[in-house]
């Protein structure tokens, strides 16, 4: 099941850089990597960088 699919309505459906790295395994500076490199979709919320799930997800999917 992926996480997307046990969201409820008040949790998040984006997570920042660090809640990410710690979610999935990853490092900030691989994180950061990808945003840079655009295979990591990002919104900019005031002055916060978040990560859609869906995005997570479908990277995870496509195995990069």
């Known amino acids: 099941m992926a996480l997307?699919?046990?969201?409820q309505p008040t949790q998040k459906r984006a997570l920042h850089v660090k809640e990410a790295a710690s979610a999935y395994g990853w490092s900030r500076s691989t994180i950061y990597k990808l945003m840079n490199a655009g295979t990591l979709r990002t919104v900019k919320i005031g002055g916060r960088r978040l990560?859609?799930?869906d995005v997570l997800e479908a990277l995870i999917g496509e195995g990069k």
């Open 51 to 53: 990560i859609p799930l």
């Open 4 to 7: 997307r699919d046990t969201i």
